[in-house]
């Protein structure tokens, strides 16, 4: 029930895939939208909300990590070549790495404003900061923006990884997750 079938993702990691995909495909429009087009006044309250989603994926992402330690993963088809396991294993980890780490680097950016975002965990949970300084600010605005569109990167090549498997192998692996 909580774990997985032997050619399937149970419901936890598929219902977590999900809620994950939607959240970091709107951090990552919404990011940038906020940084390029916001209106200067509402700037600082769009960073907030922002923020918030970012430490709902974070959470979300540490729940996952721990779930997939627990339970073991369905096989990969039968048929997979060597190198497609390997790429696929790559590339899942790195999904998992750029998630936590650009949303650690963001929670990082948030206490260096010269006055902190108060961005709150579901809206009303109050979240420490972990970073101060305004000397670090730009830096730290730097790396969050080269980890979330690499991020970004990633997400498109497993778009195209899926594609290969829907179309090219014909392996169904969509519905494994879905
Ligand atoms: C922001 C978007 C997404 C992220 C961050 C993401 C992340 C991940 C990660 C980390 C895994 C690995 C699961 C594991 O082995 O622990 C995975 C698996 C999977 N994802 Fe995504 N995903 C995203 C979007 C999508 C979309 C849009 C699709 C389909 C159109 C998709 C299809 C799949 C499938 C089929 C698997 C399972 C592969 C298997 O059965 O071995 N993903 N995803
Ligand atoms: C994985 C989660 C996250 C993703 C994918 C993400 C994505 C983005 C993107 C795409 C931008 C625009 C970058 C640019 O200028 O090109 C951005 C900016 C920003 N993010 Fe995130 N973010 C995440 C988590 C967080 C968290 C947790 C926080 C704070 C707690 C945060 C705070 C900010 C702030 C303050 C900016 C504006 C930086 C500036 O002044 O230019 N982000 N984010």
Redesign the pocket.
């Known amino acids: 029930m909580l774990g997985n079938r032997l050619d399937a ?1 149970g419901l936890p990691m598929r219902v977590m ?1 999900g809620i ?2 939607g959240l ?2 709107i951090l990552i429009i919404h990011g940038w939208w906020m940084t390029e087009f916001a209106a200067r006044e509402s700037r600082f309250e769009q960073y907030a909300w922002h923020a918030s989603l970012g430490y709902a994926l974070l959470l979300l992402t540490a729940l996952r990590i721990t779930w ?1 330690g627990l339970y073991k ?2 096989a ?1 088809p039968a048929e997979s070549l060597k190198w497609e396991r390997n790429l ?1 294993a790559l590339g ?1 980890m790195a ?2 790495a750029f ?1 936590l780490s650009c949303a650690i680097l963001g929670w990082a950016l948030a206490g260096t404003f010269s006055q902190p975002l108060d961005a709150k965990l579901f809206g009303f949970i109050p979240v420490p900061m972990i970073m101060s300084g305004e000397e670090i600010h730009g830096l730290l605005e730097e790396k969050h923006a080269f980890f979330a569109w690499t991020l970004a990167a990633l ?1 498109v090549s ?2 195209v990884a ?1 594609a290969y498997h829907q179309f090219y192998k014909k392996d169904k ?2 519905q ?3």
Do not use: D, S
Request: zero cysteines.
């Open positions: 993702w895939h994950g995909m970091v495909l997939r993963a369905p990969l696929a899942h999904l998992y998630m997400v497993h778009l899926t692996l969509l494994r997750m879905f």
